[in-house]
């Protein structure tokens, strides 16, 4: 596994010093240390860390608020550690960049172990959000083409197959994607309303 920039966030100076000490030596590079939720959230936006291992509850924002905080601006993922298992934590456990849960104390296998698994899940968290946000921008183009070939079928007065290849054979002539050419069949249909009303 490469090395990692990781941020910690632990109100218990002991637990803290434990952590940067185990990372250091696993390898990682601790960028940011951080006693509060308020500290770890400033030198997450400046350091922008690989991942974050913060403890659930600290003063101020806790762990959780921490990670929805950041996560809105750059996806990060997260660990939270606690002193012991909490019910009510889990039911706040929807944020999707929580990776890991450890409850205190930790040793350094563990620790170890829950990186490896939190970045492998990280990475497939990721892989899942680009295919599904490919698979909405498939469907807005298409919705693109549709309505420009229906454009074309009013216009032109063809029926939907000769308005499709229309479309390509502009598109291959043009070296451009059939979206492209779909936009802009819709931008010109809008000057052409612009041109009717006056």
Do not use: W
């Amino acid at each position: 596994m490469k090395p990692l920039r990781i941020a910690v966030a632990e109100d218990d100076r002991d637990t803290r010093d434990y952590l940067k000490e185990v990372l250091l030596r696993l390898g990682h590079q601790v960028v940011a240390v951080a006693e509060t939720g308020q500290q770890l959230a400033e030198f997450c936006r400046n350091m922008k860390p690989d991942l974050v291992i913060t403890d659930i509850r600290m003063p101020g924002l806790d762990g959780i608020e921490v990670s929805a905080l950041m996560n809105r601006d750059r996806a990060t993922p997260f660990i939270l550690v606690s002193a012991h298992h909490e019910e009510d934590i889990l039911t706040r456990l929807a944020d999707h960049h929580i990776m890991a849960y450890l409850v205190k104390p930790i040793n350094e296998a563990q620790l170890k172990t829950t990186i490896a698994v939190a970045m492998q899940r990280f990475q497939h968290f990721l892989a899942l959000t680009k295919e599904a946000a490919d698979l909405r921008q498939a469907l807005e183009d298409r919705k693109v083409i549709e309505r420009a070939k229906g454009i074309l079928m009013r216009r032109l007065g063809v029926d939907e197959e000769q308005a499709f290849r229309r479309l390509r054979m502009m598109a291959s002539n043009q070296n451009a994607k059939l979206v492209e050419i779909g936009r802009r069949v819709l931008a010109a249909e809008e000057i052409f309303a612009e041109l009717d009303k006056t």
